[in-house]
């Protein structure tokens, strides 16, 4: 299906997809805990390290996005039209332990941060990770899950509070146990778990979530290769490499059809959905990676410009807990 299709979707479909957006939005009043209570979870999983509460370990990189033509058509966001931006971009381990190992289970998933900043300075942020899919539906459940992270440590009495958990959440289970050790933070794919709203000049909308596809390709290591691996086997690599040659992403918006959840990361939506390319990354150089830089690099799923809105409710609750975490750790 070309660019002018995925326009042209029928009325009633998009009524469709709206209606789910709103009933999503009025959900959104029965969040029970708060972006506080969400970061202290994180703290009781992981520890509080004054640092990043998730995605502590990471690295910088430097480079440049142009957009693709085809962006316009559904998006009037400024940095998506025809205009080129410079981009910093950060991967990153999981958990808020700044001295996770990278061959560690826990260290997956892996975390894709990216500040589109334009020639006017004016910036939008997307964060993602290198799993299609939430682990679970709401903030509520994901305190729920970090909470039984925390209580379920290697003395725990089993059944654990997170064995329990993940008995009763399959998709839970899924996300934590069917993970994917890459090779390299440049050879897998970074997918946008929450939903947004698209608006182009015209007014028409559609709702999508977003993917960073490799152009070097997805390679993975089984885990007894990983367990040969050093601890910083994945920051090492991403040097030489970016030493080398550019990293190269392709950024796409995977487009909604009547039926897709949107308010629900936990499901993904079906590979057969179309694609809409926004445009191409080109990294070319590390960034400074002082500590100094990397508290000042704040990333925030609520950065975003006119013509993009969050449509997912999780969103809302993680862009009050973003400034949080940063300032917990200046």
């Known amino acids: 299906m070309n660019i002018k299709k995925i326009i042209n979707l029928s009325i009633m479909t998009t009524s469709i997809i709206a209606a789910g957006y709103l009933q ?3 959900q959104e009043a029965k969040q029970q805990s708060s972006p506080g209570d969400l970061v202290n ?3 009781s999983a992981f520890g509080d390290n004054h640092s990043r509460a998730v995605h502590a370990k990471g ?11 085809d962006a316009a058509e559904i998006t009037k966001a400024s940095f998506l039209q025809s205009q080129s931006s410079k981009v910093l971009l950060r991967f990153s381990d999981f958990t808020g332990i700044p001295t ?3 061959n560690n289970p826990a260290a ?12 006017d300075n004016t910036t939008a942020d997307i964060i993602c990770h290198s799993f299609n899919g939430f682990p679970t539906a709401t903030s509520d459940e994901f305190r729920e899950l970090l909470l039984a992270i925390g209580a379920s440590g290697p003395d725990a009495k089993k059944p654990t509070t997170l064995d329990n958990f993940l008995a009763s959440h399959p998709i839970a ?9 890459t090779s390299s933070f440049a050879t897998i794919n970074y997918y946008g778990v929450n939903s947004f709203k698209f608006t182009n000049k015209k007014g028409v909308p559609h709702f999508i979530r977003y993917q960073f596809i490799t152009e070097a390709g997805e390679k993975y290591i089984t885990p007894e290769e990983s367990i040969k691996e050093s601890a910083d086997y994945l920051f090492t690599e991403i040097k030489k490499r970016i030493a080398e040659r550019p990293i190269k992403f392709k950024l796409y918006a995977q487009i909604a059809e009547d039926g897709d959840k949107i308010e629900d990361p936990s499901i993904a ?7 809409v390319l926004l445009g191409e990354i080109t990294l070319t150089k590390l960034s400074e990676n002082t500590p100094a830089e990397d508290k000042k690099y704040v990333l925030n799923p609520g950065n975003i410009p006119d013509g993009i809105e969050m449509a997912d409710p999780m ?3 993680r862009s009050k807990a973003y400034p949080i975490s940063v300032k917990e750790r200046q």
């Open 24 to 26: 999503a939005n009025a």
């Open 59 to 69: 690295i910088i990189l430097e480079g440049t996005f142009v957009p693709n033509k």
């Open 315 to 317: 969103l809302e609750l």
């Open 269 to 275: 939506w079906p590979d057969s959905r179309q694609r």
């Open 41 to 43: 979870a994180m703290h």
């Open 173 to 181: 289970k899924t996300f934590l146990t069917t993970q994917h050790i």
């Open 108 to 119: 997956n998933p892996r975390g894709l941060g990216i500040k589109f900043i334009m020639p």
């Open 100 to 102: 996770i190992p990278d």
